[in-house]
């Protein structure tokens, strides 16, 4: 069992930058890709950022590539999601997700853990 708790959302201007941090318990942590996905008020679960359980490979959705950074810090049993260049259609509730494999999932359905989720809003 992994419980994942996010941290870090808020209301932020068009441009402004925001970090979120998924903090995970348990001490298996490295055994674990972790992604981050984010939905809209009507819209479907949104895949965001993916991570490798070493952190050596990443992916990313197509509209945030270039903006958003995902890290992790697996001493800390930590994943962070740097937000950049916010625009309001960043405007959701980002979600963390857990999956015991050694590839990059991007698809949310392969996720079998998920925090409560931290709302992220950007005005313009």
């Known amino acids: 069992q992994v419980q994942l708790v996010e941290s870090g959302g808020g209301l932020v201007q068009a441009g402004g930058s925001l970090r979120l941090s998924c903090a995970a318990s348990g001490r298996t942590f490295s055994s674990y890709a972790m992604g981050w996905f984010r939905q809209a008020p009507g819209k479907e679960r949104e895949f965001v950022a993916a991570?490798?359980?070493?952190?050596?490979?990443?992916d990313y959705g197509d509209s945030v590539k270039g903006r958003f950074t995902i890290s992790r810090e697996n001493a800390k049993n930590t994943v962070y999601l740097q937000m950049n260049s916010l625009k309001p259609e960043d405007t959701a509730v980002y979600y963390c997700a857990a999956v015991q494999t050694g590839l990059v999932m991007t698809i949310p359905t392969k996720y079998d853990y998920w925090g409560q989720g931290t709302q992220v809003t950007v005005s313009s």
């Open positions: 991570i490798s359980r070493s952190g050596s490979k990443t």
